[in-house]
């Protein structure tokens, strides 16, 4: 972006580039105000972890053309408390839940394109909206959008610092082109995720078990701007000792593996440790979001390492994986190729297999063992060779911490009363509502209606301030 095209005092400051920073800057564009985009990213790698996305929740009445059926308030709320164990503001998740009835069509006035439900490559679901074309679609859709509404942005830039003395303006202090540039603007929406990727503040959270830890989103998610708001004096909401944490493979990338390397076969077979043991009942849950409670069970192992165990018939009813797994055509070789104990993990099947015992007249999916500790329900032997393997790890999709925000998206400080012009939304903010586990499309959800709201609210904001429109 030209110097000649940036504001140098924009009336909202919006820190971040993924979906609530551009919602967030749409929305206040929309009402008139000038505004400027900060991305720690390049551009290359810009929109943070929604470019790993693929859905989001929304409450509807009745079909229409990208969900069908009906999906209420109440049971939309209902979900949430239970994920949670009640971990969630219901004043804040109850504005959420409302506004996700308009944000498909909001989204879609303003490029986004999303898949019809009869069609297309996704699964039906009367929760979720798919987009056309994935999370990175949905993010180029809304950059396009944003230049068209004049809406200024700067990659590979950096917020270091915050200067709120001044009482006609707050002060962000910008590294990028090698130097400090100090902006004044009348609002400040901040957009800049949370700190899963902070390796060093995992540590002081979980200890030395966090080295075993893969970030399944982007590397620059650091948590820098939560800190230092935290250091201002907003008040934290959340626990930084719990994350979204589920089961990927452990051939992944350290960082910003995304979706592609989640393991969703593991009711198909068994888990072991790095010594060769079950350690959990792999069928208790055969649901399709099983493998987020995988993640901590991984992370409680030696190692932070697990790992999955199939035949051919049980690979055969899994879904496709990016990565191919690890094949031999014993037992034996395959434990030698994941370099356990061979006579361990024969042990292992061959004790899983034997306490199957006969039920000829049960479907497979309901034989349980009898006699095994842990047990598995909805088990099948595994014993049609080639055998294969997936290692897995634990991968950190995001943390329940962040900043506490009132129904306006305002940062709120220790005192209970709201910060001066700085306004919040998505996973900086998240755990205002999602205190605890998770519901699919959810993250979405929370960036587009909560960055939305605080886009306009910026907007209103400022026009308000001295100078103001």
Not at 180 to 186: I, L
Not at 208 to 214: E, N, T, Y
Not at 375 to 395: C, E, R
């Amino acid at each position: 972006m030209s110097d000649a095209a940036r504001p140098q005092t924009p009336d909202v400051l919006v820190v971040g580039g993924g979906a609530s920073a551009l919602c967030a800057a749409i929305a206040a564009r929309r009402r008139g105000a000038s505004v400027r985009i900060v991305e720690q990213a390049p551009a290359a790698l810009r929109g943070g972890n929604t470019r790993h996305a693929r859905n989001f929740r929304l409450m509807h009445d009745g079909p229409t053309r990208y969900v069908p059926d009906a999906y209420g308030e109440n049971t939309f709320f209902k979900e949430l408390l239970h994920v949670t164990r009640a971990a969630t503001d219901e004043q804040l998740a109850r504005i959420l839940i409302r506004g996700s009835a308009t944000i498909a069509a909001w989204l879609d006035d303003n490029g986004v394109r999303l898949q019809h439900p009869a069609s297309g490559a996704m699964p039906y679901s009367r929760r979720t909206a798919f987009f056309l074309g994935g999370g990175k679609a949905m993010i180029n859709a809304l950059y396009a959008t944003a230049a068209k509404l004049g809406v200024a942005v700067d990659y590979e830039s950096e917020v270091v610092a915050f200067d709120f003395g001044d009482h006609r303006h707050c002060k962000v202090h910008i590294v990028h082109h090698g130097g400090v540039e100090r902006v004044a603007t009348k609002a400040l929406v901040l957009c800049s995720g949370g700190h899963q990727a902070n390796l060093d503040w995992l540590r002081k959270s979980f200890g030395a078990v966090a080295d075993g830890f893969m970030i399944r989103g982007a590397a620059n998610l650091t948590g820098s701007v939560l800190r230092l708001m935290l250091d201002a004096g907003a008040r934290p909401v959340g626990d930084p000792k719990r994350c979204h944490m589920v089961a990927v493979d452990a051939r992944g990338p350290k960082f910003d593996g995304g979706i592609v390397t989640r393991i969703t076969a593991i009711p198909h077979g068994i888990v072991v440790d790095r010594g060769g043991e079950r350690f959990h009942d792999e069928g208790e849950d055969t649901g399709k979001t099983h493998f987020s409670r995988w993640g901590a069970r991984i992370a409680a192992c030696p190692g932070q390492i697990a790992y999955l165990i199939l035949d051919a018939e049980g690979l055969g009813r899994a879904l496709p994986t990016a990565l191919q797994p690890i094949r031999a055509n014993t037992v034996a070789a395959l434990a030698t190729k994941l370099g356990l104990e061979p006579a361990t993990l024969e042990a292992t099947v061959r004790s899983f297999n034997a306490a199957l015992g006969a039920a000829d007249n049960m479907p497979v999916y309901e034989h349980c063992t009898t006699g095994l500790t842990p047990p598995k329900s909805h088990a099948v032997a595994i014993t049609v060779p080639p055998f294969a393997a997936y290692p897995m790890w634990p991968g950190v999709t995001f943390m329940h911490f962040g900043v506490a925000v009132d129904d306006r998206m305002r940062v709120v400080g220790n005192d209970g009363r709201p910060l001066r012009d700085v306004f919040a939304a998505g996973m900086i903010m998240a755990a205002n509502v999602l205190g605890d586990g998770y519901l699919a499309g959810l993250g979405i959800t929370l960036s587009t209606v909560f960055g939305r709201l605080a886009g306009e609210e910026a907007a209103r904001h400022a026009a308000l301030r001295p100078g103001g429109g």
